[in-house]
């Protein structure tokens, strides 16, 4: 296994454009987390799957954002009309659920998105 | 509202010093993992602590879960240049699927 995937590590767009990363998670995880990080702060939650079904997202997830992850194995995360402020890394992170002791989550490599 | 408070947020030292990393909430948590973060890249897990006033070593880390489940340290011994990082603590909310992400601590390490 070679952990979390995200394609692309880099994306730099034009403001009011559409873009769209994918993460592939560590195999039977069935946790998969999106997050935003912007530069010298900690990840903040965007949304959260457990297997296909969406069960959480943050307020800070608008109405131009929108996340998928059809067969509870890969997961996609759009941003409709990007503005200036979506400009940040974002991290894909999974874990599998044990109802005690360790529950880790790893991370991916991140996706930098830019917006002009 | 959930919070985990890191400190120090900044720290730069000389090579070989040591130095202690704090991580604090009022709440308890059932796990709490320790990552480090390097420019460009996705935070890497160096250890998970379950039990309260559990003691982990990574060569020269040394990581502290406090013995309420609500606290922990990472204390780094003879620090050295490739340490520079930012440093986040996770702790895990048993029963949940959430992570509470302290703050950060953004470590320098001069040669």
């Known amino acids: 296994d070679t952990g979390v995937s995200q394609d692309p590590r880099h994306k730099i767009t034009k403001r009011g454009q559409n873009v769209t990363f994918r993460c592939d998670p560590i195999s039977e995880h069935n946790r998969l987390y999106w997050y935003r990080q912007t530069l010298g702060q900690g990840p903040e939650f965007l949304t959260y799957f457990q297997n296909e079904a969406q069960l959480e997202k943050s307020r800070l997830l608008s109405d131009r954002f929108s996340a998928e992850r059809p067969k509870g194995s890969f997961s996609t995360l759009e941003i409709q009309r990007t503005e200036q402020g979506d400009s940040a890394m974002y991290l894909c992170?999974?874990?599998?659920?044990?109802?005690?002791?360790?529950?880790?989550?790893?991370f991916g490599p991140g996706t930098r998105l830019t917006v002009l | 509202t959930q919070l985990l408070e890191q400190s120090p947020q900044f720290l730069s030292i000389q090579e070989g010093e040591n130095l202690t990393v704090y991580c604090n909430s009022s709440s308890v948590f059932s796990s709490l993992q320790w990552y480090r973060q390097e420019p460009g890249e996705g935070p890497v897990l160096l250890v998970t602590?379950?039990?309260?006033?559990e003691v982990k070593k990574l060569k020269r880390l040394t990581f502290q879960f406090g013995d309420a489940r609500k606290d922990s340290s990472l204390h780094i011994t003879a620090a050295q240049p490739g340490d520079t990082g930012l440093y986040l603590c996770a702790g895990y909310i048993s029963g949940t699927y959430k992570y509470i992400f302290g703050t950060g601590t953004r470590l320098k390490v001069l040669a």
């Open positions: 992170a999974s874990s599998k659920y044990r109802d005690r002791g360790y529950n880790e989550q790893f």
């Open positions: 602590v379950v039990t309260g006033g």
